[in-house]
């Protein structure tokens, strides 16, 4: 699992063992790690005569930076600082020197000429105490180096974006690479900051962390010990029974792309609820079909509202009799509109909600923009208003709970997963783990890992695909993160 911690942690935890070691003993650490990253990136064979360009702000950032560029100054690169501000870290500067590595600065240096010519920059201008974007005169210098074609490689965080929320308030430097010490940090996993920090690369330090983080992302393995596997003894009620109840005259499909995820989500049986019978029937023949209401459809063991039910009468009616039953609830597309605080937050079994971003933005009273700018901070008060989990669908899906765990990130999400009726089957999917047994913060997650994965599997990278697609190539998803 990937853990990320906030920045006033990861402070404490350098201070602690600052206190440890000789002095500038981490800071060697960090920059051999990052020099080492960047020959790496450079290539075997490349490093020696490379034009190496260093960003370097007032601060540790930009020592971490002049370290590691004496670093590749010894094995042969032409390393060039430019220096933002009236000060540089006074070490950094003398270490680069005396590798033979030059400072920017005289009538006769251009930076705008050296970035020009530059292989590879390193952003060395702010780190993880940034905020608000970059500084003005900042900004023409790294427009310089991303339009210079050189490959940009952060400096522990892209410089402009907040490492602790993942939000750009101004203009960042987007890099190709980030190279991070000690651990993630939050910036570096949630949208819109993630898009500046490229491919991460994380160098161990030796930092002591909290074993509690404040972000968390699955893995395979974390995903294959919480999926459920059926036992001997197992049948289709003792794995778990799955009630949705979605679809309506208007939107058939919604009711069908909801089963075929919880189909496919481990539970043993699904009954489906509405008025799509037919077109549920035509598509799955497996799925037990009711007319409703829910509470005539026979027992189950976790409920799905809202994928196209509409704005009708019957739509809100439907959500208030699932919200009444005693077992989990997830809602989601429809039966969030207009969903009632209070009902949820007076439910004795789990809710998992799962709004997009407009979704969210219309629960919270906020606008959309705010949301989408702002994504832990939203999910985070979505969960703690309602009392429930809530799954933010977006570029980078979270998964937080009405509880003080960490916040969950999904990482094989793909922007091609956009598309029309996608969020149903991930609704049908989770809503199916609950039922098989997984409490909402577990479920949530795994079903956003599996769809992510799945829209991979469908069609391969870089291609459009269907919500139809992702549903078939579920179980290659499964098969993927279970094989040994």
Request: proline residues 6%; aromatic residues 4%.
């Amino acid at each position: 699992m990937r853990t990320a911690y906030r920045v006033e942690t990861v402070r404490a935890a350098e201070a602690d063992l600052m206190a440890r070691l000789p002095e500038g003993a981490l800071m060697q650490r960090a920059a051999a790690g990052l020099a080492a990253a960047c020959c790496s990136l450079l290539g075997k064979g490349r490093v020696y005569g490379a034009r190496v360009v260093l960003l370097v702000g007032s601060g540790d950032n930009g020592g971490d930076a002049l370290y590691a560029g004496a670093r590749l100054a010894r094995r042969g690169a032409g390393v060039s600082a430019v220096l933002l501000g009236t000060r540089a870290h006074e070490g950094g500067l003398a270490a680069l020197r005396a590798a033979g590595g030059r400072v920017v600065g005289g009538p006769e240096d251009d930076p705008y000429a050296v970035l020009a010519a530059a292989d590879l920059v390193l952003d060395g201008i702010t780190g993880i105490g940034g905020r608000g974007g970059l500084r003005p005169d900042a900004v023409p210098l790294a427009r310089a180096a991303r339009g210079s074609g050189a490959f940009v490689v952060a400096v522990d965080l892209p410089s402009g974006v907040d490492a602790d929320t993942g939000e750009v308030a101004g203009e960042a430097l987007r890099a190709d690479a980030t190279v991070t010490f000690g651990t993630y940090k939050p910036g570096l996993l949630v949208d819109p900051a993630r898009e500046y920090a490229g491919a991460v690369r994380l160098v161990g330090i030796g930092l002591d962390l909290p074993s509690v983080p404040d972000l968390e992302a699955l893995q395979h393995q974390d995903v294959a010990r919480l999926l459920p596997r059926p036992g001997a003894e197992s049948d289709k009620y003792r794995r778990g029974v799955v009630g949705v109840v979605a679809g309506s005259a208007r939107y058939p499909g919604a009711a069908v792309l909801a089963v075929s995820g919880a189909l496919r989500g481990g539970a043993g049986a699904v009954r489906y609820v509405g008025p799509a019978g037919d077109a549920v029937i035509a598509a799955h023949p497996e799925t037990l079909v009711h007319a409703g209401p829910p509470e005539k459809a026979g027992r189950v063991q976790a409920w799905v509202v809202g994928p196209g039910l509409g704005d009708g009468p019957g739509a809100a009616a439907a959500v208030a009799e699932v919200l009444d039953s005693d077992v989990p609830v997830l809602v989601d597309a429809d039966g969030l509109r207009g969903l009632d605080r209070a009902a949820v937050r007076a439910r004795r079994a789990p809710t998992l909600l799962t709004p997009h971003a407009g979704e969210a933005a219309a629960l919270l009273g906020a606008p959309r923009a705010s949301v989408e700018a702002g994504r832990l901070a939203a999910v985070r008060e979505l969960a703690g208003s309602f009392g429930a989990t809530v799954l933010l669908k977006g570029s980078t899906t979270l998964v937080c709970g009405p509880g003080a765990e960490p916040v969950r990130v999904n990482p094989t999400g793909t922007s091609w997963l956009a598309t029309a009726g996608s969020g149903d089957v991930l609704s049908g999917l989770a809503g199916s783990l609950l039922a098989a047994g997984l409490d909402p913060l577990d479920a949530a997650s795994c079903a956003a890992y599996l769809h992510g994965l799945a829209a991979r599997h469908a069609t391969g990278p870089g291609a459009p695909l269907t919500a139809t697609d992702v549903a078939a190539a579920l179980p290659a998803a499964w098969r993927d993160v279970t094989a040994p």
